[in-house]
């Protein structure tokens, strides 16, 4: 019987050498061996936002095919390089045209979620950027739609009033007062002497404000180094509203 205690024993020290935080660690014998329930799995969704199990779908973003210059970019699909946006949201033609948002504004420019994505080059050559802002859906608020609309009309005038915050911009709009979609041309002389030229679009559709936002940036009196091509404006509107109503509700698809 002695033996098999002695066995017993000895077979226990083995065990609470192996795993000290089991048997008692120097620590006054409290065990601190981290439960198995708090391992977690990091989040992968480049575009959800913290906290929330709401954010920008994947199937939101415009196919790149619809993006001017594609045929001879072949961007890179912008759900790959989507970047979540916390705060009020630095849309790219108000930046460009030093537009601040105004304070009582950035509820409009906050929203529930918001993304971007940026592919091409940058410099001389092409770059372009999605920007998505999502304040809800509208179905169950009147406000939420209302939200949209002011949104998207806060950043079209900051663009069509370019000149007046940018000194030197110009600006062309191209699209009609009842276009489903807006369209317009820039340029925009930077503090370096540089010029950036712009081809920005915006649409809004049920709770969600999709700005894109096509720009080169050269020595003053150059011109980029790719010449411009895209499809007709109508179709990339169309490019950008079809993908973010198929990803959001209450959005009439026009």
């Known amino acids: 019987m002695r033996t098999n205690r002695l066995a017993t024993a000895t077979a226990a020290a083995l065990v609470c050498l192996g795993t000290l935080s089991a048997c008692g660690p120097e620590n006054g014998g409290q065990d601190v061996s981290p439960p198995a329930a708090q391992a977690t799995t990091p989040d992968t969704n480049p575009t959800k936002p913290s906290g929330s199990d709401k954010g920008i779908p994947s199937k939101a973003w415009m196919d790149t095919k619809s993006i001017p210059l594609d ?36 509820p409009l420019f906050t929203g529930a979620a918001a993304a971007k994505s940026e592919v091409g080059f940058g410099g001389d050559r092409w770059a372009a950027q999605q920007t998505l802002l999502f304040h809800g859906d509208p179905t169950h608020s009147s406000g939420v739609k209302q939200s949209t609309n002011l949104a998207q009309g806060r950043l079209t005038e900051a663009v069509k009033n370019c000149a007046k915050t940018a000194p030197g911009a ?85």
Request: net charge negative; hydrophobic share 40%; glycine share 8%.
């Open 71 to 106: 045929e001879s970019y072949h961007y890179t699909p912008l759900a790959a390089n989507a970047k979540q946006l916390s705060g009020a949201v630095a849309f790219k033609g108000m930046e460009l045209c030093r537009a601040a948002v105004a304070k009582d504004d950035e």
């Open 170 to 254: 110009t600006v062309k709009v191209d699209s009609a007062p009842e276009a489903p979609y807006f369209a317009a041309v820039l340029t925009v002389p930077q503090s370096d002497g540089s010029t950036v030229t712009l081809h920005e679009y915006v649409v809004s559709d049920g709770g969600v404000v999709s700005e894109l936002s096509v720009w080169a940036t050269t020595k003053a009196g150059a011109q980029p180094k790719d010449a411009w091509k895209a499809p007709e404006d109508k179709y990339v509107g169309t490019g950008m509203s079809a993908p973010m109503c198929e990803a959001f509700p209450g959005c009439d698809g026009h």
